[in-house]
């Protein structure tokens, strides 16, 4: 009996988050939440995102429809929600960790095709059930901690809405999946919307069909999340719990937040150790009152700093902010160890255009009147010709006026172009991407990419940088380090043969690749702060490891930059002090807990 129960406590546990009324509910920020207070409680862990669409993955996606496209360092083009994970988590997911029905049909035409099914006829039940549930269990058992330690428990968020037909393969895999494990081994959380018609009105009709159409698909919530505007009532506590079929306690309330920060520590107020401690066994190392103590200290630091800095984003896909998601977060890291709040400023690149001022004078002076109103431009990633022409005008911008400026991918790319056309006059330089058959190309494809298949064929992932130039600005940002590792999306790149041109007017490429063929890294020494990369530092991005450029970013838009310097190096990243009257610092010395592994 002992030997038993030993297995039975070595087994992966698995959470599956379903949601339902309406997409976009915040599954992404309820599995990341459970998965930060579990591996608070000593607890190793991972998490799958599965999505239902016959994509491969999320490369060729329009930000508009799915905002951010998230890219891990084996160069897999992902969900944004695992981009919530990592930081959440502070843990390193493949391109494995994000499932698609594209992946799993694939997976098996592939096997049929070499006849691995010995002539049977190949049906959804049960080859595509059957390799979606071999998947998650292959999968989980993954290593994410950068360490060779097995996960204890799999945190699964299965995408769309319960009811969706593009789901059904995989609610049915896991209604067998939760045979295949034990129930021991499986729990399933239901995130769904209490709608407020009218102030104070809480509504639980959806929520009590939704729960009946799960559990008509043979599968039952084990904890029922209830999203709302306001506090969860009591009484519909009670409601929900008398008819879905659930404890009362185990009907759980997330309402809307100032900070997601907060979701974790509420979570935890309401019992979910105990519930996933008691339904799955697992093993929880710390005492609950300590584990979430951390988190309320960040979320209190963040919202009552007094000082701010604001920011704009000039940017192509300003509409959806989630298209830019990584980005925001890394700036928000940024001021939050900087102490100072973030007023970020939201910039369509278009209105920034000359054209916008014949077709709609007051979207161009609205915009330029935001722009010159900032302490620091930043110029994000992004593709197509679009927009050019207002962030070329932004980046020139904030070089004549020492504003400081970030330029990520893209945003590197029309910094040269600025730089090229008005300090070494050349008027029609341009990249390739935009004008292939320029005279001047400051920026061109890279002749191994396919230029004609776009799915998967950018140069991705994470990659090595050399710095050429030891004294250099981002050098000290990195901690003087030799080289950094991060990671890649692109198509194009800074030509090589027009460096010399414009090194010897003052745009210094200080960090190459590996091979010191492409330029990685952009600064102009002479300017406050003028930097610009290749990579994507804001996808390496935690709470309290704020990614190093962003950072300084934040630091030179608040004057701080200087001060910041000539301190000695630290070991391990600290706030900096807020004014006085505002809560005490949160470091590393002040709690067991290592807040890092957090988003």
Known sequence: MAAATEARANNMKYILVTGGVISGIGKGVISSSIGTIMKCSGVHVTSIKIDPYLNIDAGTFSPYEHGEVFVLDDGGEVDLDLGNYERFLDITLSRDHNLTTGKIYREVIDRERKGEFLGKTVQVVPHITNSIQDWIERVARKPVDGTDTVPQLCIIELGGTIGDIESMPFVEAFRQFQFRVGPENFMLVHVSLLPEPSKGEQKTKPTQHGVRELRGLGLNPDIIVCRSQSPLHDAVREKISMFCHVPPNQVVGVHNLSSIYRVPPMLEHQGIISICQRRLGLPVALPAASVMGPWRILAERYEQMTKSVRIALVGKYTSMEDSYCSVVKSLWHSCLRAGRKLDLVWIEATDLEEPTLHSSPEAYHTAWSKL???????????????????????????????????????????????????VLEWPDADSTEFSPATK??????????????????????????????????????????????????????????????????????????????????????????????QFHPEYLTRPLRPAPLFFGFILAASGLLDDHLKAPAEAEPSMLPLPAGTPPVLTRASSDIDLASNQ
């Open 372 to 422: 010159v109103g900032c302490s620091g431009v930043h110029v994000p990633g992004g593709f197509g010709n679009r927009g050019i022409t207002g962030m070329v005008a932004a980046a020139r911008w904030a070089r004549t006026k020492r504003i400081p400026y970030l330029g990520v991918c893209l945003g590197m790319q029309v910094a040269v172009i600025e730089f090229a056309r008005n």
């Open 440 to 533: 001047h190309p400051v920026v061109v494809d890279m002749p191994e990419i396919s230029q004609t298949i776009l799915g998967g064929t950018m140069r991705l992932g994470k990659r090595r940088t050399i710095f050429v130039k030891k004294d250099c600005l981002t050098a000290k940002l990195y901690n003087n380090a030799e080289y950094v590792d991060e990671r890649h999306r692109h198509r194009f790149e800074v030509n090589g043969e027009v460096v010399p041109q414009l090194a010897a007017k003052g745009m210094v490429f200080v960090g190459h690749d590996s091979q010191h063929a492409r330029m990685e890294i952009m600064e102009i020494p002479d300017h406050p702060f003028f930097i610009g990369c």
